[in-house]
Nanobody, 117 residues
Framework: QVQLTESGGGSVQAGGSLRLSCEASGTISKLAGIGWFRQAPGKEREKVAIITDGGRTTYGDSVKGRFTISRDRDNGKISLWMQMNSLKLEDTGIYYC?????????WGQGTQVTVSS
């Protein structure tokens, strides 16, 4: 089993910044990838940014150049961060940490990000 705990969400004005964190613990494979997804009201969940087991990063088109994902592995745990700059109204939503590995797909409980004008 894997446990994911997100933090760092909140309310910010457009143009501002937030930093999200996710702590992954439990039985984590060396082949695990990890990343952030988000879901806005009335919309489907979408990929924001991910890091593969090999360290390759991929970003959604709408956040390229504004968001930066990073990861650290230590003692079997993974710490994941996402720096979000130049936030826009459309970045509002619930942000979920996701970890995938050969034996399963795991989600955190989500953290709310609200961007206002």
């Amino acid at each position: 089993q894997v446990q994911l705990t997100e933090s760092g969400g909140g309310s910010v004005q457009a143009g501002g910044s937030l930093r999200l964190s996710c702590e992954a613990s439990g039985t984590i494979s060396k082949l695990a990838g990890i990343g952030w997804f988000r879901q806005a009201p009335g919309k489907e969940r979408e990929k924001v940014a991910i890091i593969t087991d090999g360290g390759r990063t991929t970003y959604g088109d709408s956040v390229k150049g504004r968001f930066t994902i990073s990861r650290d592995r230590d003692n079997g745990k993974i710490s994941l961060w996402m720096q979000m700059n130049s936030l826009k109204l459309e970045d509002t939503g619930i942000y979920y940490c996701n970890l995938w590995q050969p034996n399963g797909d795991y989600w955190g409980q989500g953290t709310q990000v609200t961007v206002s004008s």
